[in-house]
């Protein structure tokens, strides 16, 4: 079956680093997204990994291991504003995205 | 980026009407739309996925008789609930796929329906 899995809920102090992980299997594959989601609202576009390696875009950070059925998002510089959910979604052979049950990050000052 | 709407944003009906939610997407061509619904404190659920000119797709458990899907045209799809009861309330959100973007999915801000 398809499967993505990711920590339920982490806590962080604002200014530091936090990694989220996310391990999927899936029918194929053809790229890992990560989304953020504030509470009330749609969930907003953060990366999209399909080659090994990590993709560095400010203080967010997304890294793809193909062979290992993992990713991570890191968040650095936390400010108060990320404090929101972190949706993993891997697509799968037919481009359609199997999501995480998402991250919960609250950030303390 | 691409953009896309939904229309209305919130909306409150009572028991047995029917509420039509509009999804649009503003600057590129959906061929396929696809639409979640999500309850409090968890993660999207697909209902279904919309393609251009032919029926949609419905997962598992979904009612395709109570959730009525049309995507007439390459940017609107819509989503009919039909006798729409109490636990139908929750937040709608549709997203579209544009085949020119690595198929990332764009999201529309989401409808919040509350039946009465």
């Known amino acids: 079956g398809q499967n993505i899995d990711q920590p339920t809920e982490m806590t962080a102090t604002e200014g530091a680093i936090v990694q989220i992980n996310c391990t999927y299997q899936?029918?194929?594959?053809?790229?890992l997204f990560w989304y953020q989601q504030h509470a009330g609202e749609a969930p907003t576009f953060l990366s999209y990994?399909?080659l090994d390696g990590l993709e560095e875009k400010g203080r967010f950070s997304s890294f793809l291991s193909r062979s290992k059925g993992y990713s991570y998002l890191l968040l650095k510089e936390l400010q108060m504003k990320d404090s929101a959910s972190y949706l993993c979604?891997?697509?799968?052979?037919?481009?359609?995205?199997?999501w995480g049950a998402g991250t919960k990050l609250i950030i303390k000052p | 980026g691409a953009v896309v709407s939904q229309h209305p944003s919130w909306v409150i009906c009572k028991s047995g009407t029917s509420v039509k939610i509009e999804c649009r997407s503003l600057d590129f061509q959906a061929t396929t739309m696809f639409w979640y619904r999500q309850f409090p404190k968890q993660s999207l659920m697909l209902m279904a996925t919309s393609n251009e000119g032919s029926k949609a797709t419905y997962e598992q458990g979904v009612e395709k008789d109570k959730f009525l899907i049309n995507h007439a045209s390459l940017t609107l799809s819509t989503l009919t609930v039909t006798s729409a009861h109490p636990e139908d309330s929750s937040f709608y959100i549709c997203?579209?796929?544009?085949?020119?973007?690595?198929?990332?999915?764009?999201f529309g801000p989401g409808t919040r329906l509350t039946v009465t």
């Open positions: 990994n399909v």
């Open positions: 899936t029918s194929g594959f053809n790229g």
């Open positions: 979604a891997a697509t799968d052979s037919n481009y359609q995205l199997i």
């Open positions: 997203s579209a796929r544009d085949p020119a973007s690595s198929y990332e999915q764009y």
